[in-house]
Structure formats: structure tokens, C-alpha cells
């Protein structure tokens, strides 16, 4: 990494801490453009031609979510009647959501990721979030939201269902996740909770997809890792379709707890529903892993880092056991 990528990435930080300060909407909004602007140069790849094709789906997208924002918050002035108020808050909300990536405003996430490599996919999918929603978090609309809770996590657990690409499955799995933290932030607006858990997950899968550079299904087949690194992947895949006793059932365990004590039972009955339609296509990424028992052919001389595989093991799998500790 060099230099400019350097001054990118922290110009990057800099501008999602001015949008969670801003107590203006103005603030905000310039917040998010800063963001924008210094995340597209860090798209750049010299090794892969398609991600200036990324970098220009990304630009138009996010410059029309900013143009909606902005014409919300500009109209948000000169409110008169409550049917204004109303239109007002619906186009912010839209506004976020195709920020967000969230359904029915989702066509350009999966396009963008599978043109991108995984550090870059990994900022999209975890920080690039924060920013709209902490501003969906202060102003949430209990109507309107419950649209884009269903869609998301409907076509999020489906849309994978047919695809090949890791990274699309991945942007599909984004889709869905949204819906749960929307809904989480809802309810208790503690999403925050959820999406640091979902990084965590999120960055030790992409660590190792980058290491093995593994971009589709077929190449999980090849024999590039070893035993432990298998069975990793298989508990970080788990995790990530919220699978007990692994991290990932943490963030949904909260959602559905939230969900039980407002007796939203058919939402929930929906959610669970989908969340298992997410882990079959978990599994599915996952049975090269378990029905290919050689581990390495003879003649591959394998760098193996022991160490990084048994951490993120360990940190997978006894983060739950250490917060349910205090219980007993």
C-alpha cells in the first residue's frame, strides 16, 4: 500500500467521524460526500480492469442517493402540510437505503462487488455502513422502515441462491444482515452492537478468501488449505448464518429476543424463515471443504500460518462462552 492510499483511507475514517458529529443536516450530507469521494480512488486495481466499471457504478449511485438527501433536506425547509412531511421523509429514506444497498434498491451491490477484491468488498460491506445508518438510526419511520426490513431480508436470502461468485454471495448476505440490523435498530437501536460483530465475522472470512485468493465455489474444491483452516472457514461460515453456539447467533439471538418482547411473531416466523434459506447457501459454499478429504498433495510446498487460523478459530468460537459467563 502506498502513500496516497495512506491519506485515502484516513481521509476515509475522517469523513464518516464528521457525519456522526454533524448536528446540522448540511454536516452530515457533506460528511457522506467526503466519504464517497476518498473511497472510489481506493477502488482503483491495476491487477483488475473491471473495478474503474465499479468505481463508475458506485459514483452514480451514491451522487444520486446525495442528490434525493439533499433535495429531502432542502424540502424538509419549507414544509407547510403534514402530506409534505410525509413525501419528505419517504424520499430520506430512500435516499439511505440506496446508500445502503438495502432492497428493492440493491441491483448495484452485487454488480460492484464482484469487480472488486476483498479489502476493498470488506470497507463496503462494514464501515461504508456506519454513516447512513446512524442517520436512519435519529430519523427512523416505523411505516415506512418495515418495507425495506421485508424486502431486504427476502431478497437477500434468495438472490444467493443461484449464484457461483463468493463475492456475490457475500453482497447478497449484506442485503439480508441489513434487514436484521435495520430491524434491531428499530426495536432497541442497539444495531451498533450487531454491526461490529458482523465486521468481525465479515473481516476473518475475507482474511482468508484473500490469502488462498479464492473468488468463486468451484476453487473452494482445490486443495489449497489444510484441516484447520477447513474447519475455520466451516465455523466462520456457521457464524455468519447465525448458527449456535458460534458469534454470529449473538446479533440474531438480540433481534429475536427484541422481536419476542414485542410480539412481532409472523415478522419473526419470516425472519427465522430466511435466515435458514442464507445457511443452506452457506452450506453450499462449504461441501467442497467437507467432502474433499485430502488436504494438500504431496508435491505443494504450503507456507502455513498456524497461528492466524488457530486465533481466528479460537475467537470465533469462544467469544459466546467468555459473554455468557457473567449469566452463570
Known amino acids: 500500500m502506498n502513500m496516497k492510499k495512506y491519506i485515502y483511507m484516513t481521509i476515509l475514517l475522517m469523513s464518516t467521524m464528521i457525519t456522526l458529529s454533524s448536528n446540522n443536516w448540511i454536516g452530515m450530507w ?48 419549507f414544509i407547510m402540510y403534514n ?24 441491483m448495484w451491490l452485487p454488480e460492484i462487488m464482484s469487480n472488486l477484491n476483498w479489502t476493498n468488498n470488506m470497507l463496503l460491506m462494514t464501515w461504508q455502513k456506519i454513516a447512513p445508518m446512524t442517520i436512519l438510526s435519529n430519523n427512523i419511520n416505523l411505516q415506512m422502515i418495515f418495507l425495506f426490513i421485508f424486502l431486504s431480508t427476502g431478497i437477500g436470502a434468495i438472490g444467493a441462491l443461484n449464484q457461483t461468485s463468493l463475492r456475490k454471495i457475500m453482497a447478497y448476505s449484506s442485503i439480508n444482515h441489513l434487514g436484521w440490523m435495520m430491524l434491531l435498530m428499530m426495536m ?25 485468493n479464492i473468488l468463486f ?59 435458514l434459506i442464507t445457511l443452506f447457501y452457506y452450506l453450499r459454499m462449504m461441501y467442497p471443504l467437507i467432502m474433499n478429504y485430502s488436504t494438500k498433495t504431496k508435491w505443494m510446498n504450503q507456507n502455513i500460518n498456524n497461528k492466524m487460523t488457530i486465533s481466528i478459530l479460537s475467537g470465533n468460537i469462544l467469544l459466546p462462552v467468555m459473554l455468557l459467563i457473567p449469566v452463570f
Open 188 to 212: 432497541e437501536n442497539t444495531w451498533m452492537i450487531y454491526l461490529s460483530i458482523y465486521a468481525m465475522i465479515i473481516a476473518m472470512i475475507f482474511i482468508m478468501l484473500n490469502k488462498k
Open 217 to 275: 465455489i468451484n476453487q473452494m474444491n482445490s486443495n489449497k488449505m489444510t484441516t484447520l483452516e477447513k474447519i475455520t472457514m466451516m465455523s466462520l461460515m456457521m457464524s455468519m448464518g447465525g448458527l449456535p453456539p458460534f458469534t454470529g447467533f449473538l446479533p440474531k439471538w438480540m433481534t429475536i429476543q427484541s422481536m419476542m418482547n414485542a410480539e412481532m411473531w409472523i415478522m419473526m416466523t419470516f425472519m427465522i424463515f430466511m435466515s
Open 83 to 106: 402530506s409534505y412531511e410525509q413525501i419528505s421523509q419517504l424520499i430520506l429514506m430512500i435516499s439511505l437505503m440506496i446508500k445502503l444497498g438495502s432492497a428493492p434498491f440493491h
Open 30 to 77: 457533506m460528511g457522506m460526500e467526503i466519504n464517497l469521494m476518498s473511497f472510489i480512488p481506493l477502488m482503483i486495481s491495476h491487477q483488475d480492469k473491471k473495478a474503474s466499471q465499479s468505481m463508475m457504478i458506485y459514483f452514480l449511485t451514491q451522487s444520486i442517493s446525495s442528490i434525493c438527501m439533499l433535495f429531502a433536506i432542502l424540502m424538509n425547509k
